[in-house]
């Protein structure tokens, strides 16, 4: 007898529908996905089930037969299915199908669209904080080519002139960077499928966001990458968490320094993302806590408390697992750890 | 990363007097220094609060220095740390802020301290002549 918390299901349909069921039930730990089967051997939640080492099958019959099912959702569309499932179920299985598993669809689809939504405007509202950083990166660079220009106005001397200038054309493409970089952190995260990205290149970039939202003075930076590591998954999303993780890491030691270490390593066939600071330390008592929705530690206005909880999504959503080592006065680690990207082993880009 | 320069700078035959500058940024340290010099002062650069306290401290400059141009966001110690340590110490050196980040605030809270300008980059080169000539002014009253 199956306790009235535990549900097996079995999802008949591998399109779009399908998918979108897997990823979303494979994240409940009350809900065991017992099989999925559809006609179509390339429907693509095949694959993903293969992924997730669920049974995949393309004979209904065997899968609706199977003694542990107690729900059957049925996401094909096809009426012909629905009267067959009727027919042939168990009489135990409960059935969720035509009309009703449609809903259930939206649902899925609506609540995907919230979070990302809910991941915008995380970022939207960390940009905010950005102000004095990009304020100090884009009015030095003016300052400089103000007293130049102003200088060429009155200078006699040619060479002093042609060197001045060309400081100045310097100094605005300097700044032309900062808008780049900022529109390209501030867009949407693009909905396209998962893909390989260069880990170490992100981080860099992420290097470069989290320095308008945190003075980087007095904090020593090191950095051990793997070369070539790569991680599949949303390039927009992976530079959302790590401009996330670097930022709370670089404020745990503000005002009082330390040492940012930036780490990714291979070992086990998996990938590791390492990033530790040598701060403040996030105490006991509150590190359940810390990927809470609305958890934060930092002052009114100061965070959002969706940091965190929309690091793990994320990381959730690449398979990914996040662990996190902390001790007071001493510092945090925060270890990402996602699947290597080649089944040979080498789990790096070439 | 230029190093500190310690040293003096004679710019102009007549010495209009010694100004300290204060900025992690040293393409700031280098214009700020063009413009004073054109305007006959001579010009010292310090890299942090750290330094400026340094060389404020080093030989003759605790009695010749005459103003001090200071940014707030810095490494080691920062421009609010160096002010108040120079509001303290040396309370007769004028003070005078050069921020990236207009703060109204943090203005206010400078210019209760003693401060006496706050300007904001990018400024011209003659507003800023004017601010140190006129904190120049202000310590020749003052000595009165």
């Known amino acids: 007898m199956e306790s009235s918390d535990h549900t097996k299901v079995a999802i008949l349909g591998a399109g779009r529908g399908g998918h979108a069921l897997l990823e979303l039930l494979h994240h409940i730990p009350s809900i065991e996905i017992v099989g999925i089967a559809d006609r179509n051997p390339a429907a693509p939640g095949l694959e993903r089930a293969r992924e997730l080492q669920i049974p995949v099958s393309a004979n209904v019959q065997g ?54 939504e809910l991941l915008q405007s995380e970022k939207l509202a960390g940009i905010g904080s950005f102000a004095s950083g990009i304020a100090h990166d884009i009015n030095n660079p003016l300052q400089l080519i103000l007293g130049l220009a102003e200088n060429i106005a009155v200078e006699r001397d040619l060479t002093t002139v042609h060197e001045q200038a060309r400081d100045i054309i310097e100094a605005v493409k300097r700044t032309s960077t900062i808008c780049r970089d900022l529109t390209r952190y501030s867009r949407l995260a693009s909905p396209r499928e998962d893909m390989l990205v260069p880990v170490n290149e992100k981080l860099d970039e992420a290097l470069k966001i989290a320095r308008y939202a945190s003075s980087f003075h007095d904090i020593e930076m090191i950095k051990q990458y793997q070369p070539g590591a790569a991680v599949k998954g949303n390039p927009d999303e992976l530079l959302h968490v790590l401009v996330n993780l670097i930022t709370n890491a670089v404020h745990a030691m503000e005002r009082v320094g330390g040492t940012l270490t930036i780490e990714t390593a291979l070992h086990d066939q998996q990938i590791d993302v390492r990033i530790s600071d040598t701060g403040c330390g996030i105490a006991p008592d509150t590190m359940h806590e810390i990927f809470e929705p609305f958890f934060t530690t930092k002052p009114p206005g100061k965070g959002t408390g969706l940091g965190l909880y929309n690091v793990k999504t994320i990381v959730d959503k690449m398979h990914g697992t996040i662990a996190v080592d902390s001790q007071i006065d001493k510092g945090t680690t925060f270890t990402l750890t996602f699947p290597d990207t080649e089944p040979s082993g080498q789990g790096c880009l070439s | 990363m230029d190093e500190f320069k310690s040293g003096f700078f004679v710019g102009g035959e007549a010495c209009e007097g010694r100004v300290l500058v204060v900025d992690d940024e040293p393409d700031i340290r280098r214009v700020v220094k063009m413009t004073l010099q054109k305007a006959g002062y001579e010009v010292l650069e310090a890299e942090n609060g750290e330094k400026a306290i340094e060389t404020i401290n ?76 006129r904190a120049i002014e202000q310590r020749e009253l003052a000595r009165l």
């Open chain 1, 63 to 116: 899968l609706i037969g199977n003694h542990g099912v107690s729900l059957i959702l049925d996401v094909t569309g096809d009426p012909e299915m629905e009267t067959y499932l009727h027919a042939h179920k168990l009489p135990t299985v409960n059935i969720l199908s035509g009309s009703a598993s449609r809903l259930l669809l939206k649902l899925i689809l609506h609540e995907s669209k919230l979070e990302a």
């Open chain 2, 58 to 133: 080093a030989g003759e400059n605790r009695l010749l220095l005459d103003v001090v141009i200071c940014d707030i966001r810095m490494p080691k110690i920062n421009g609010a740390e160096a002010i108040a340590y120079f509001r303290s110490h040396y309370p007769r050196v004028p003070l005078i802020v050069l921020t990236g980040f207009p703060d109204t605030d943090m203005a206010t809270s400078f210019l209760r301290q003693g401060v006496v300008d706050y300007l904001v980059k990018p400024v011209e080169g003659e507003k800023l002549r004017s601010a140190v000539a």
